[in-house]
């Protein structure tokens, strides 16, 4: 008697939905292939990011999660408080973490997003469509880096002893003897990052146009 109470609870539709636990297993497989598209074809192709490793991991785990609390509390009728609570959670993370780029903030909100989507869209929503939506944002990024690298400026951390020529009034100055010592001709503007006035340097970081570097460089 034990044995066959034993073996309906093992198939009790509490337990073990099939039809559920199949939709579960495809919309995360697919959610998943999209981040790993988005993430290893065009983020880690094109980002110049030296710490873009670090990136992979958050956004694939952030991804993967956001689907997950979405998808199985997209039926639970959550109360204020703890709504409230769990984005004041984010905030402070947030908050506690260094400012990150433009562009890797870009590609977590697009991560964020498309977890969303995969995970809320209902039944009325077909899987084409679906599918049709995440490849429009992947062809859509994949547009935009193309254009941006076409356009895109490099950038040189250099460290620069002339500690006189970062003083106001001499910025040609230091532009024309960054050009001279780097040999790159097209410096267009830089960000002074750190001076030292013990050892009587300063920290540069020059940016200058990719392109015009490269037929330069050529020649």
């Known amino acids: 008697m034990m044995n066959q109470i034993n073996v309906i609870s ?33 983020y880690s192709r094109y980002s110049r990011e030296s710490n873009r490793k670090e990136f992979f991991f958050s956004y694939f ?24 609570g769990l984005f004041a959670i984010f905030g402070i993370i947030r908050y506690r973490t260094d400012a990150l780029p433009i562009k890797e903030m870009t590609y977590l909100f697009v991560v964020i997003g498309l977890s969303v989507i995969n995970a809320l869209t209902s039944t009325i929503v077909s899987y084409l469509e679906l ?38 009034g001499k910025e040609e100055t230091l532009l024309t003897d960054l050009r001279a010592r780097t040999g790159i001709p097209n410096i267009k503007r830089y960000i002074i990052n750190k001076i030292d006035f013990l050892k009587d340097t300063a920290t540069i970081t020059v940016f200058f146009d990719n392109n015009s570097n490269d037929k330069t460089a050529k020649k």
């Open 10 to 42: 093992l198939v009790d539709p509490g337990l073990l939905n099939i039809t559920d636990f199949s939709r579960l297993l495809l919309r995360f497989t697919f959610n998943a292939a999209v981040i790993l598209v988005i993430i290893k074809f065009l």
């Open 131 to 168: 599918i049709f939506t995440n490849l429009i944002i992947i062809v859509a990024l994949w547009i935009l880096e193309i254009m941006l690298m076409r356009r895109s400026e490099k950038s040189l951390v250099i460290e620069y002893e002339k500690i006189e020529n970062i003083q106001n």
């Open 61 to 84: 785990a952030i991804g993967i999660t956001v689907f997950l609390l979405c998808y199985l509390l997209g039926n639970v009728k959550l109360e204020l408080g703890f709504a409230l």
